[in-house]
């Protein structure tokens, strides 16, 4: 700032030094030249003077009335006016003063003095209301034609006589004039005044001149009123400030009226030419009457011949006619200021300012016509505009952001409100808010408007992030039928920005959540830690358990299930704030084998706290339930906003008992701390349930222990080993020796009573010591046998058994008295036994491990082997070792190992001494011999004759059994030769029948029995005539009976005959079918034997396979339809099912 400073001093400094040479060297020079002349004579003088002043205001009276309409300054041009009108009375002052001689009719210094008077009151009084011309506007010429009036009234007033007289000849000033004097002083003060208040409208040169030119007034004018004689010293000094009080006038003035304006002027002439834009002087017509130089610059001709040209064709549109031109048919108009822009065939635009160009004040039909491109301009404006515009947007972004940050900073605002609120506060972000929607949809539930379907065309949306996972969605859009909207790339920043912001704000929201459900769940701990201390049930623990929860309201709803053995479905036992109404709904549920708690029942019953998200199942993803209330409480789960739930079992000993579910609205996802804590909670309530557990466990087991102790038939007895004293004795003790507790209240007294003997009782006393000190090292320790006293001083035999539990022994006792009697008696029994075993008369041997243990007599009598050469040795070494008899023999001993208690008979051929080799019947059993050890018993009896027998019988009955079968063949080759057309049909239906039984899994035995039924299952054809048998044509109704009556014949043939197998019966029934449709008793299903019903199916078989006299043969083919035709109808299905698979599966051929 120094430089500037010292730069502008020497301008300040010269600007003064002007200012001080003008305002007092040159009117020194002047008043110096003008009062050298009084020494040549005082008229010449006072006329020099006055014309001086006479002079100053003439000029200054021209120049602001020729300059006034470019100066536009009322003030000066009204002082101006004053000042030359008072002049022209001073002029007339000068020619009639005193000695002057030019009017000839005035000798007195009156007249003049009364013009003085005159000039200057009128001037005094101008020069009051000069300063309310400031800020007024008169014509020039009103102010000429008021004051020439006053100038004339004052001339006419003088030499009309009517103005006071002012000299008196002789005696000097009169009281008027010098009063007059006085007054005029006083109003030039006050006009000085006037302008001090003024000054801010008047620069400081005017302001200064015109008070020092009042100044010098007010001296003149005192000066003028102490004179005698008009050509005194007085008068001369007046008009010396007089002169000085005019240079300060011209100085104001002319300064102002002559040499500025002008100045200005020549200075607007060069302005005119440096405007840089085109500037015209146009006439009505639009021809141009004057331009400047960046006119002709523009089109490249000097001014003269842009003159007399339209300035509509050179710088208009040429396609738009004058008259129609927005700028050139304003030119007829009024004169009014215009302003209008055009655009051009070329691109450009331009601006064309039209003002009406006047002098004096008059119209002149002209019109000052300045012509801007602004092009760049309005380029530059459209872009301030869009500039303005993004600001403005940018500054709604920004408030709306702003509300945003003032929303997420209320501490008082839980998120679902927040959400609410902030989706309200988006419209007023974008450029259209009267259109726009918004939607916030989110894990706390939908806010704003509802999403219309289809979705929208114009639509922003951004996803509110936390933790990499997607926690909501803000949507914004306009309706399809708002065409002019849309959005700006600065608003999906402020989208995103405010999504990023209410991330922020769900991350705090979640952390201010975890930080209080952490507290409460400390603080929870702790409470359930004391309700654990002070609850002696499981009831009462899990009401303290749920109260702890649910103390600090962090959960909206609570409860406890129940469960029996471990499984679904679950029972509510508590519950917290849950309504009255929906207790059924939640009933349902925790019943519900499809409901939310059975999808996470598996987890929970192996220990595990859940911690789940609840929104797929109050928003309706969970449709399948057995029961309706399941449906109804999720509903009233997304009614009361619900979101999240833990569940955390209660186990008991490993298995779940209870569990607690919490519900929860948060925003927080439940970290592995939180769970953790909940693991920790679960485990110190499944520690006390234990406990519980663990006592009730005790007290049943102390009770089941009394109820053992005192039921127990073993006497037993409990002492404190501390204090030696008897604790407990049960009832059998108090039996078995018949002391009483208080007889045994001590291990002393107790020795005392057992052992009446010193010696022995010292003995046993050192005994229990040492027995004791072993016990405690954890052993059972058995005491040595021992003869007790009872009370009534009998002896009893018993072993004691000691154990050490803590600090108390237990010691049971076994009466051995009648053991050993019994042992007495078993001993002298089984001495009877081996008496008898060695009497017996079947052989008798015990193997273990295959070999011989003992051998009684008889067994060695009848193998001829001693008892020495016996055992010890190996079971199988006497029996010859052909595969069919090893295998015989192992699976009898494992018989026998498998089945304890059951007797195992086989035959094994055994070897005797002398080569020969015996048929054994051996019967073994599984028994404990006589060392305590498992063995087995084997009776053996020879049946070496009776085998011998047996095949004896066998091979008679094989003789017989083919005799049968002879005679059967033989009465059946008898039947076929009365019927040669059924040769051998007898012995093909057996054989087919036989194969049929034996593919139904049949015995050979009961196949070749059915073969030989087969043989004779015709046999009551004996009874029907030859003629019908071999008749060549279809029987007639009677002839047909006659043969059905084949089958009751041949029953009551062989119903006598002693068969071993139901033959006459099988023959009885071998036409009967399973519905009841055949004959001769038209039996049903089960009542006819399988013999019967399958030689049924092989008759049929044999029969269409076969020639007969009235057809041919049909073949097997046909028979096989036949039966099958009739499955389950005629034929028995498992029969009919066995021919197929005989004859289709595996090609059996039909005998011949």
């Known amino acids: 700032m120094q430089p500037a400073i010292s730069k502008a001093r020497p301008a300040l400094q010269t600007h003064w030094g002007a200012l001080l040479a003008r305002l007092v060297l040159a009117p020194l020079v002047m008043t110096s030249l003008i009062w050298s002349t009084s020494f040549f004579g005082y008229l010449l003088f006072h006329s020099l003077a006055e014309m001086f002043s006479i002079i100053v205001a003439g000029t200054a009276l021209v120049v602001a009335t020729t300059s006034s309409a470019f100066t536009r300054n009322q003030f000066t041009t009204f002082i101006a006016v004053v000042i030359g009108w008072s002049a022209g009375i001073d002029l007339v002052h000068v020619l009639v003063f005193k000695g002057m001689h030019i009017v000839s009719d005035v000798t007195s210094a009156n007249p003049a003095t009364q013009l003085w008077v005159a000039a200057r009151g009128m001037q005094a009084v101008a020069l009051v209301i000069a300063p309310v011309m ?5 014509s020039v010429w009103t102010l000429h034609l008021v004051f020439g009036l006053c100038s004339a009234l004052c001339l006419w007033s003088i030499w009309a006589g009517y103005f006071p007289v002012a000299y008196i000849e002789g005696q000097g000033l009169s009281d008027f004039k010098v009063t007059a004097e006085y007054v005029i002083i006083a109003l030039f003060a006050l006009s000085l005044a006037l302008m001090w208040g003024q000054r801010r409208l008047m620069t400081f040169e005017l302001h200064l001149t015109l008070s020092l030119a009042l100044v010098f007034m007010m001296g003149s004018e005192f000066a003028f009123t102490k004179y005698v004689s008009v050509y005194a010293q007085a008068n001369l000094i007046g008009h010396l400030l007089k002169i000085y009080a005019f240079w300060c006038v011209y100085l104001a003035l002319v300064q102002s009226t002559l040499r500025e304006p002008f100045g200005a002027l020549a200075r607007s002439a060069d302005t005119y030419d440096a405007v840089p834009d085109p500037t015209f002087l146009l006439d009505a017509e639009g021809t141009i009457r004057q331009a400047n130089a960046a006119a002709a610059t523009l089109l490249g001709r000097p001014v003269a011949k842009l ?7 050179l710088f208009h549109n040429p396609a738009i006619k004058p008259e129609d031109c927005n700028v050139c048919s304003h030119l007829s108009e009024d004169g009014k200021v215009l302003v209008r822009d055009l655009e051009l065939p070329d691109g450009r635009s331009i601006e064309c300012a039209l003002a009406p160009f006047s002098g004096s004040g008059r119209s002149s039909g002209l019109w000052v016509c300045v012509q801007r491109d602004i092009t760049d301009r309005r380029r530059m404006t459209t872009e301030r505009e869009a500039l303005l515009y993004d600001l403005g947007e940018r500054v709604k972004e920004l408030r709306c952001i702003s509300v945003v940050a003032e929303l ?14 902030v989706v309200a506060a988006l419209a007023p972000g974008f450029t259209r808010p009267d259109l726009l929607r918004a939607l916030i949809s989110s894990n706390w539930g939908h806010f704003g408007d509802e999403m219309p379907t289809p979705a929208p065309l114009k639509q922003l949306s951004a996803e509110v992030v936390v933790d990499r996972v997607a926690v909501g969605r803000i949507c914004v859009w306009y309706p399809d039928v708002a065409t002019e909207a849309h959005f700006l790339r600065e608003e999906v920043n402020l989208l995103n920005t405010v999504a990023q912001h209410l991330a922020e704000a769900v991350q705090r929201n979640r952390a201010a959540e975890r930080v209080q459900r952490l507290s409460y769940l400390y603080e929870t701990m702790v409470l359930t830690n004391k309700a654990i201390a002070g609850c002696k049930n499981r009831d009462d623990l899990l009401e303290a358990l749920l109260g702890a929860l649910a103390k600090r309201g962090a959960y909206p709803f609570a409860f406890i299930s129940v469960f029996d053995d471990a499984r679904m479905p679950g029972r509510l036992a508590l519950n917290h704030a849950i309504p009255q109404d929906q207790l059924a709904h939640l009933a349902d549920s925790l019943a519900d084998m499809k409901g939310p708690l059975a999808d996470v029942f598996p987890k929970i019953a192996a220990g595990e706290v859940i911690c789940q998200n609840l929104t797929p199942f109050v928003a309706g993803g969970h449709p399948e339930h057995d029961l309706p209330g399941t449906a109804e409480w999720l509903a009233f789960l997304n009614r009361q906003n619900i979101n999240s739930r833990i569940v955390m079992p209660l186990m008991c000993q490993g298995e779940l008992v209870a569990c607690v579910a919490l519900y929860l609205r948060t925003t927080a996802e439940i970290d592995d701390e939180e769970r953790s804590l909940f693991e920790n909670l679960s485990d110190d309530v499944g520690l006390a349930l234990d406990s519980f557990a663990a006592g009730m466990t005790a007290r049943q087991m102390g009770s089941r222990f009394e109820g053992l102790f005192d039921g127990s038939p073993l006497p037993t007895q409990i002492f404190s080993l501390r204090t030696g004293k008897t604790l407990a004795m049960n009832a059998a003790m108090k039996d078995w020796l018949g002391y009483q507790p208080d007889e045994l209240k001590s291990v002393k007294a107790a020795l005392m009573r057992f052992f009446p003997d010193p010696e022995t009782r010292d003995h046993y006393r050192a005994l229990w010591d040492a027995s004791v000190a072993e016990a405690l090292t954890g052993k059972t ?13 009998s002896l009893r035999q018993a072993n004691a058994l000691l154990t050490v539990v803590n600090d108390d022994a237990i010691i049971s006792w076994v009466d051995l008295t009648e053991i050993n009697r019994s042992a007495e008696v078993l001993r002298e029994s089984e001495g009877r036994f081996r008496t008898m075993v060695e009497q017996a008369v079947n052989g008798i041997f015990v193997r273990r491990d295959g ?16 008892e020495a050469e016996l055992l010890g040795q190996d079971v199988l070494n006497f029996t010859p070792h052909d595969e069919a008899n090893l295998e015989n023999i192992h699976k009898a001993w494992a018989e026998s190992a498998a089945n304890k208690t059951e007797l195992v008979k086989y035959d094994v051929p055994l070897c005797c001494k002398d080569g020969r080799v015996i048929e054994l019947a051996f019967t073994a059993r599984a028994i404990v011999w006589d060392d305590g050890l498992p063995a087995v018993i084997v009776i053996a009896d020879d049946i070496t004759e009776r085998k011998h027998a047996d095949a004896q019988i066998a091979a008679y009955v094989g003789r017989l059994e083919t005799s049968m079968r002879g005679t059967l ?16 049909h007898e012995r093909r239906v057996g054989l087919i029948a036989s194969a049929i039984a034996a593919e139904m899994g049949w015995d050979e035995k009961r196949c070749r029995n059915l073969e030989l039924m087969g043989l004779v299952h015709d046999i009551g054809k004996i009874g029907v005539p030859a003629e019908i048998l071999t008749k060549p044509t279809q029987l007639t109704p009677l002839e047909y009976e006659f043969v059905k009556g084949h089958a009751q014949a041949g029953y009551d043939i062989l119903k006598g005959v002693p068969f071993d197998m139901p033959v006459a019966d099988v023959i009885h029934q071998h036409h009967e079918r399973m519905d009841g449709s055949g004959y001769p008793q038209g039996l049903i299903g089960d009542a006819i034997l399988p013999e019967a019903r399958i030689l049924g199916v092989a008759d049929v078989l044999e029969s269409m396979s076969s020639h007969r006299p009235y057809r041919a043969a049909l073949g097997i083919d046909a028979a096989m339809a036949e039966v099958e035709a009739h499955r389950g109808t005629l034929f028995d299905p498992e029969v009919v099912d066995a021919a197929h698979r005989l004859i289709r599966d595996k090609g059996y051929v039909l005998p011949s």
């Open 134 to 138: 400031l800020a007024r506007s008169v």
């Open 307 to 313: 003159v007399g040209r339209s300035v509509h064709v």
């Open 408 to 421: 997420l900073a209320r501490p008082d605002m839980d998120l679902r409100a927040l959400l609410a609120s």
């Open 781 to 793: 320790v058995t005491a040595e046998r021992v003869s007790l006293t009872c009370s009534d001083g």
């Open 851 to 866: 070999r011989y243990i003992y051998v009684n007599r008889r067994y060695c009598e009848m193998t001829g082997w001693s």
């Open 969 to 984: 063949l033989a009465v059946s080759q008898m039947v076929e030769m009365r019927d040669p057309y059924t040769a051998g």
